[in-house]
């Protein structure tokens, strides 16, 4: 007989191939037989590597913690509506946006509440095209940030206080709130700036593990959703998460997900209906940040069109979040997807289906991962709560803007090869290998030979500095993803930094070393200043993408940067006919 909390969630479906199976239904019994996930509810580090563990586990009680606080919450979200303001503008990176744009995309403001967008890159036309569909007077500005001095929230902040001090004079606090850690400096500056209010998240929490904190319910209110109902649905998943065998829901697809993992089924395919297509990206981040690390990873693999059998290896792992009859025009439908899934699982490929009976109950699934994820890590023998190198990245990028507030530029740096103006740029090794396989030394001849390294197992990551225009810009580097796919039959991924810096790249530098890369930057045709400082957004968003690439490099890496100078379009359709024509 199930429990009200099983009664609750959403159903799984698991299809494996036999081998798999086994392996699974011994890993769950292990688990129950050593009394492992009470361990895990209880906080004992040993369930992983026996490090810090137990100081990030505060996450398993958040949705009955925040409960509790929904009351004050809500006479926040009243008190904006009733203010007048029309939009809300979050600030923040990683584990402090990704949530709130699910529940934005997803669920939208209910009637009189605000729209809630989000801001996640330094690309100064970016910036510029989000202020543009603001009204000051209107807008409240989160700068949400959990420890306080994340660069890219820091610098949002000074931007955005300056406009409206500008518009607004000594009233600009009002319209500024924020999301942090207690004792943070952003909380400092934000008593002093006199912010209209500050919000605590829980020092033990990790980024990636609060959706359901602080820094995902105070945005869900400010949309006007229903808060109560969707932690509670959160809190019943988190009760069968505790129970001790395969009908634990977290503990079943951590099981798949680690021991696939195991037998190198390590890319994670997401599919979602159309109407949560969203979910994917905060996945990504779950996932890829939590157990890419020492060498292992699970890729996530987010938004790929099915295809062909034969262009799928033994190196995947399905998985479809679908809402029962979803009808959207946005995305693929259900039936195509579970026509697909269908064939992929008579191929002998596992395949898991997660059904959502409305929208709402996404909110389950966001504990379910959290807990399949942790679960994962544990069958890998990782800690899946640290996340030791997007801190290179960072010094990296730090290194590259301190020497611009020296000098007023970045250093000097010189292509391996020229055609146009796009330059490619790479280490000696890289531009060796390049160069030395390419047949034609042209454009397409570099591209070419560089794709030529995908080997069967391998991915491919698009990674692009680059305003995220979904309709041109984003929908072209779509395309060329898609077009490696077909051809090289590997798993391809595409990630818009510096975003994905928070998110995916740590599992491209301290996962695996299947991944070949190739990124995307170009001269900005405007830029935007930095209040109090000598580098501009532009500068920023360069020195992120250079330390990203270095630390690539440095963990010898097979990637490969391509420069767009000039005219973006222009320079954009020179790539798009030069990667069409390597790959043909």
């Not at 398993?60 to 409960?67: F, H, T, W, Y």
């Not at 955005?160 to 000594?170: A, I, N, P, R, S």
Request: with cysteine.
């Amino acid at each position: 007989m199930k429990t009200a909390a099983q009664s609750q969630q959403a159903p799984m479906t698991v299809n494996l191939p036999q081998a798999l199976t086994a392996s699974v239904d011994k890993c769950l019994e292990s688990w129950k037989a050593s009394a492992r996930v009470s361990a895990l509810w209880q906080k004992d580090s040993t369930v992983w590597t026996g490090k810090d563990e137990a100081k990030w586990l505060d996450w398993l009680g958040l949705p009955v913690s925040e409960l509790e606080k929904v009351e004050q919450y809500e006479k926040f979200a009243q008190e904006i509506k009733s203010s007048g303001f029309t939009d809300v503008l979050l600030l923040g990176m990683g584990g402090s946006s990704l949530a709130p744009e699910v529940f934005s995309v997803t669920y939208g403001p209910a009637a009189g509440y605000p729209r809630l967008h989000i801001l996640d890159s330094t690309d100064p036309q970016q910036i510029a095209h989000v202020q543009a569909g603001l009204e000051t007077k209107k807008t409240l500005f989160v700068v949400a940030s959990k420890s306080g001095s994340t660069l890219e929230p820091s610098i949002f902040m000074k931007h955005f206080l300056e406009w409206v001090k500008g518009e607004l004079g000594d009233n600009f606090g009002a319209h500024f709130v924020a999301i942090t850690d207690p004792g943070s400096k952003l909380e400092a500056e934000a008593r002093a700036l006199n912010f209209r209010n500050i919000f605590h998240g829980l020092p033990g929490v990790g980024g990636r593990y609060s959706a359901l904190s602080p820094f995902g319910v105070v945005p869900m209110c400010l949309l006007g959703m229903d808060v109560r109902q969707f932690l509670q649905i959160a809190a019943d998943m988190a009760e069968a998460c505790k129970l001790p065998g395969a009908d634990n829901p977290g503990l079943h697809l951590g099981a798949v997900m680690g021991e696939a993992n195991l037998v190198g089924r390590d890319k994670l395919t997401i599919f979602t209906s159309p109407s949560i297509y969203d979910f994917g990206a905060w996945l990504e981040q779950l996932v890829a940040e939590s157990t890419g690390k020492v060498g292992k990873a699970i890729i996530p693999v987010d938004q790929e069109l099915p295809g062909a059998m034969e262009l799928y290896g033994k190196d995947r792992l399905f998985v479809f979040v679908k809402l029962a009859g979803d009808k959207t025009d946005h995305g693929l439908q259900n039936e195509a997807i579970e026509k697909f899934l269908s064939t992929a699982e008579a191929a002998g490929h596992p395949v898991i289906t997660i059904t959502l009976k409305d929208k709402l109950h996404l909110a389950g699934e966001f504990f379910r991962f959290e807990m399949a994820t942790a679960v994962a890590g544990a069958v890998m023998g990782i800690n899946p709560f640290d996340q030791p190198d997007v801190e290179a990245s960072k010094i990296e990028t730090r290194e590259l803007t301190d020497a611009y507030e020296k000098t007023g530029k970045l250093p000097a740096e010189e292509p391996f090869f020229t055609a146009g103006q796009i330059e490619l740029y790479s280490s000696v090794e890289n531009a060796e290998a390049i160069t030395g396989g390419a047949k034609q030394k042209s454009l397409s001849g570099m591209l070419a030979s560089h794709l030529q390294r995908l080997n069967s197992g391998d991915y491919f990551a698009l990674l692009a500095y680059l305003f995220m225009d979904h309709k041109e810009i984003e929908s072209t580097l779509f395309k060329l993803r898609m077009a490696v796919r077909d051809k090289k039959q590997v798993a391809t991924c595409l990630g818009f930094g510096p975003r994905f810096l928070h998110s995916t790249g740590q599992a491209y530098k301290g996962g695996p070393n299947s991944g070949v890369f190739l990124q995307v930057t170009a001269d900005d045709a405007k830029d935007l200043p930095v209040p109090g400082a000598r580098y501009t957004f532009g500068a920023v968003k360069a020195a992120q993408a250079r330390g990203d690439f270095r630390v690539l490099l440095d963990r010898k890496r097979r990637a490969l940067r391509v420069h767009i100078k000039g005219d973006l379009k222009t320079g954009l359709e020179t790539l798009k006919t030069a990667m069409l024509e390597a790959l043909s």
